[in-house]
């Protein structure tokens, strides 16, 4: 299936890991010249003393691309890819 830009940053990302919404892609990083997406962004969570740092998340660590959301498999500690925490 086919995304435009538009679509998947209506699209909440949300971690598999421990379950939690970590907000809606606001940008892609593509890798030049091959044109492929190596990396998307997602703004973090604000709370009311400090504004949250942007989350970049590598592509190999999106689990699926639902109706609804993007779902990510990162670990708590040092948001990398939990992917093979998760094999089956």
Do not use: Q, W
């Amino acid at each position: 299936m086919d995304y435009n830009f538009t679509d998947i940053k209506k699209k909440k990302v949300i971690n598999i890991a421990d379950g939690k919404d970590l907000g809606k892609i606001t940008d892609f990083i593509v890798s030049y010249p091959d044109g492929k997406i190596k990396s998307i962004i997602v703004p973090g969570k604000k709370n009311a003393f400090f504004t949250g740092c942007e989350l970049i998340i590598n592509f190999s660590c999106i689990e699926r691309i639902g109706d609804d959301a993007v779902l990510v498999c990162l670990c708590k500690e040092k948001n990398e890819c939990c992917a093979n925490d998760f094999a089956e």
